[in-house]
Structures are given as structure tokens and as C-alpha cells.
């Protein structure tokens, strides 16, 4: 049992939010110690393990054309991509995040953010078109619809990366299991990766589906009742 | 060595260079609040990276502990590196247009073709190409200069910070557990559990293993690592699961996890202030639905696809 210790600094570094790299370090050194390794020992895993994994940080060599392509308006071109369109609902202008953000993951275009694209762009999007199609939403509606909005990008974030052959998700799955005596390719990593990514798209557009439904029946309510009102 | 070991040493070199150009950047920003500890922390990083396949592995050990340390001082932050601003990004976009996405494009499409169509030489010598690719095009279509690729690049690695390496330190904790024997005293608990050789039941552990442990740890990488080698490999891949499929799902498992856990801050509470919510949980909440039916899914997937 002593030997997951190294587990329980994890939980509790991560909890206490103390830096991860020193608090994976220290777990590391730990669970060496209790398991009768000298220091010296645990040093050459780390060190081998760490210049063996190299490839998982081969992302650097992409950050420079990046920097550039944000430098010369990526980001401007994209939202000036996404708010070209017209006659939407709240939830298509979601279902439209969503898939363009899956793609982007999936082909490891570093395109989306709660600040850069859910605040400025996509929420106001998301609330505008379901206010012009039923003035009557108020304050809840647009709390609901800004939880909407935000986990928009998350699924699109989690489920479409690793689709991409040498996202840090598809590399950490290799690296670990070479680690551990299994070797298996970037490649089918990622192919299996597919049916999640898909599924994940279809769920979230149930999801906002029904929350557009739910969008028009506050519609249908208060229209009675302003009709009474009136 | 290999034509591909050799390309991928190359492309090692490169990342290591990237590394320190962002120390030069650091240490030359003046109004960086700690210019010599993030430089420093950047240069052991090009070290290990250019040198490391020459040195021991107890010396770049060493390194890494070091480097640790100067994250654990919170020092290693981002300086004052700049966007352009906002009115020359909008005209740019405006001349440029659609071609700003090409380069991006290149890199996940030239990585998959040669992983693709190339197989000695795979995704990871894919990834090079693509990122060289992406660079000209990016140059041919933008006009940037040489000095605005290195300044922005260390911009960006400046930006994401010393987590930028903990997919491959934990990788590294990886395989202390393994050389500790971690596993086993997971898999001995699991094992009183799971008795019959089911593989249904085990499909299950995995999958709950994964997405309590993201929960708990707000990490989805760090649960991987454990529970790959407490449960995957014990009980999943030992009954002839292919571990490709197993691994790949048992990753978005503990995504379903970090769905639902407030200890994912970035994911869940940080854009629910960021978005002005009244409710902290109102991302959490609207995610939940999904992230239960998709976790179902992800055991029904593991169950069918791996076996």
C-alpha cells in the first residue's frame, strides 16, 4: 500500500494547485524511494524515460508558424468566417461551433477559447439569434445558454484531438504504454480516436436541439401570457 | 541508425533551439517580472533536448529535477511578448483572407498523409515535415519576416509555460511506477474485485477507473498513466484487448471526467467567470448529460471495437 504514495501526493497537489512539474517530480522521487530505489536510480528513469518521450513535445517546431498566422488575423478571419451567417438558432450557431471546433482539433489547427471565441463571439451569437426569435428570453434563458456556449468549445477541445496523429493526447497513450511493454502506432491510436469524435458531435447536437425546444416553449408560455397581459 | 531516427534526432535539435530562442527572448525583455529564472528553465529544456540522447540519463535527470524546482517557484511566467494589435490583425485578415487557414490546415493534413502513406517514416517524422511545410507557406502568404517566426514562436511557448513538458514527465512517472511496481498493488485491489475473468467488468473499471481519477485529479493525463497501469494493462490488454482501441478510449473516458469535475478549473469554472454566470456549476451542469451518455458509450466502444 505505501507504494501509492505517490498517488496520494498527486491527488493532494493537485488539489492544494501547488506547480504541477514539481508536484509529479515529487511524486515520482517518492514512489522510487518506497520502492527501494536509490536516488541516483531514480534519476537515470526520469532521465531516460523523459529523452526516450522527446517526440511527445515535437509540437514546438509548430509554434513559430502559428505565432505568425495569429500575428496576420487568424483569429479576426475566423470569426469574420462564423459571423457571415445568417438565420440562425441558438443552437445551430452551437452545433456550427462545435463541428468547426472538432475539425479544427482533429487536424491540429490551435483555433478556439473560452476568451477568444465563446465570450466575444459565439455567446452573443448563441443569445442574439434566440432573443430574435423570441423576445420573452430573459436572464435564465441566458444563463442556460452561456453554459451551452462554454461547453461548445470543451467538447469540441476534448473529443476531436485526438484524431490528429501527434496530438499530446495520441502521444502520451503511446508513450505510456511503451512504458509499460505495449507498443502501438501513432497512426491506430488515432484512427480510434474517430467513432468517439463523431458520437461526441451527434450528443451535443441533441443536446442543443433540445435546448432549442426548450428555447421556443418559453416562447409559447410567454406569449400566452403577455397575450392575457395585453 | 535509421533514416527516421536520424530525422527525428534533427527535428529534436529544432525543438531544443526553439527552447533557446525563447530563453534569448525572455532574458532580453526587460519587463519580464523574472527575465533569468524563465530563461534558465528554457535553456535546461533545449539542453536535455539537443543533448540529451548524448548525456546519461541520471545527468538529464538531474536537469529536469532542477527545472521542477524553478517551476515550483512560480517564476517561469510569460514576459511582456506582444500580439500585433487588433486593427492590423483585422486589415490583414481582410488582405489575406482564407489563405490564413492553408498553413494551419498543412500541418494535421501533411502529418496524417505520411503517417498515412509513408510508414517508415510515421506520424511523429510527419510532424516535422508538416511544421516545416506550414513555416513557408505561412511566410509565402503572410510576408513575415525571420525575426517575427522566432519572436512569436517564443511568444507562444513563453505562453503555455512549463506545463508544455508535463505530458512527458508524466509519461516519465509512468515508468517509475512501473520500475516501483505501482501497478501491481492497483491491480491487487482491483483483482479482489474483479474475480471471474470478465472482460465486460473489466471494460467498466477501466473506464470508471479513468474518469473517477480525472474527477479527483482534474487531469485526464495524469489518470492515464496510473490507470493504464493498474487496470488497462492487467485486466483490459491481458485479456486480448487490442491496446491501441483500449488506450485511445480510456483517454476520452477520463475527458468524460473532466466534463464533470470542477477541479478541471480551465475547462469549467474559469469560463463560467469568464462568461459571468451566476452559477460557478453552469458549465458542469449543461455538460453532464453529454458526459454521462458519452462515458456509457465509451464502455459499450471499449467492449466491441477492442475485442
Known amino acids: 500500500m505505501l507504494k501509492l504514495i505517490g498517488i496520494l501526493i498527486i491527488v493532494i497537489g493537485f488539489i492544494r494547485k501547488y506547480d504541477t512539474l514539481a508536484v509529479v517530480i515529487t511524486a515520482g522521487i517518492a514512489t522510487g524511494l518506497v520502492g527501494g530505489m536509490n536516488l541516483m536510480q531514480i534519476f537515470d528513469v526520469i532521465g531516460t524515460s523523459f529523452v526516450k518521450t522527446r517526440y511527445m513535445s515535437l509540437f514546438l517546431l509548430t509554434l513559430p508558424v502559428i505565432g505568425i498566422l495569429e500575428r496576420y488575423g487568424l483569429r479576426e478571419q475566423a470569426a469574420n468566417l462564423i459571423s457571415s451567417m445568417k438565420k440562425v438558432t441558438a443552437g445551430r450557431v452551437l452545433s456550427i461551433y462545435t463541428l468547426v471546433r472538432l475539425v479544427a482539433s482533429a487536424l491540429s489547427v490551435r483555433l478556439g477559447g473560452h476568451v477568444q471565441f465563446i465570450r466575444p463571439l459565439i455567446n452573443p451569437m448563441a443569445f442574439g439569434a434566440a432573443k430574435n426569435s423570441n423576445p420573452m428570453i430573459g436572464e435564465v434563458e441566458e444563463e442556460v445558454i452561456k453554459g451551452h456556449a462554454a461547453a461548445s468549445e470543451n467538447y469540441g477541445n476534448f473529443f476531436g484531438q485526438n484524431v490528429f496523429v501527434a496530438s499530446a493526447g495520441v502521444l502520451l497513450i503511446v508513450g505510456t504504454l511503451e512504458e509499460l511493454g505495449t507498443v502501438v502506432s501513432p497512426l491506430d491510436v488515432a484512427k480510434a480516436s474517430v467513432p468517439v469524435a463523431i458520437i461526441t458531435f451527434i450528443y451535443s447536437g441533441v443536446s442543443y436541439w433540445r435546448l432549442d425546444q426548450k428555447l421556443s416553449a418559453v416562447k409559447a408560455k410567454s406569449k400566452t401570457v403577455s397575450e392575457k397581459g395585453a | ?307
Open chain 2, 1 to 307: 541508425m535509421t533514416m527516421k531516427d536520424m530525422l527525428l534526432e534533427i527535428m529534436y535539435v529544432l525543438c531544443g533551439l526553439v527552447a533557446i530562442i525563447t530563453a534569448v527572448y525572455a532574458i532580453k525583455d526587460h519587463e519580464h517580472p523574472s527575465a533569468k529564472i524563465t530563461a534558465l528553465f528554457w535553456t535546461l529544456l533545449g539542453i536535455v533536448f539537443i543533448f540529451g540522447k548524448y548525456i546519461p540519463g541520471s545527468a538529464s535527470g538531474i536537469i529536469l529535477v532542477a527545472m521542477a524546482l524553478l517551476a515550483a517557484t512560480k517564476k517561469v511566467t510569460f514576459g511582456s511578448l506582444k500580439n500585433s494589435d487588433e486593427k492590423f490583425r483585422q486589415e490583414k485578415a481582410k488582405a489575406i483572407q482564407n489563405r490564413l487557414f492553408i498553413p494551419a490546415l498543412a500541418i494535421g493534413v501533411v502529418a496524417f498523409l505520411v503517417a498515412q502513406f509513408v510508414p517508415s517514416l510515421g506520424a511523429l517524422v510527419g510532424l516535422g515535415f508538416a511544421a516545416v511545410i506550414a513555416t513557408v507557406l505561412g511566410v509565402i502568404f503572410t510576408k513575415a519576416t525571420a525575426s517575427e517566426l522566432a519572436y512569436d514562436g517564443s511568444r507562444l511557448l513563453q505562453q503555455v509555460g512549463p506545463s508544455s513538458i508535463l505530458p512527458q514527465l508524466l509519461a516519465a512517472l509512468g515508468a517509475l511506477f512501473t520500475a516501483a511496481g505501482v501497478g501491481e498493488v492497483i491491480s491487487g485491489g482491483i483483482g479482489s474485485v474483479i474475480t471471474d475473468n470478465s472482460k465486460l467488468l473489466a471494460v467498466i473499471a477501466y473506464c470508471a477507473g479513468m474518469t473517477i481519477f480525472t474527477m479527483i485529479m482534474g487531469n485526464a493525463f495524469a489518470a492515464f498513466a496510473v490507470i493504464t497501469a493498474g487496470i488497462g494493462v492487467p485486466f483490459v490488454m491481458s485479456q486480448g484487448a487490442d491496446p491501441a482501441i483500449a488506450g485511445a478510449l480510456a483517454l476520452t473516458a477520463g475527458y468524460c471526467g473532466t466534463l464533470l469535475t470542477p477541479m478541471a478549473a480551465n475547462f469549467n469554472i474559469v469560463p463560467a467567470a469568464v462568461l459571468e454566470t451566476r452559477n460557478p456549476y453552469r458549465v458542469i451542469i449543461a455538460q453532464a448529460p453529454i458526459a454521462l451518455s458519452l462515458w456509457v458509450t465509451h464502455v459499450a466502444l471499449m467492449y466491441f471495437l477492442a475485442f
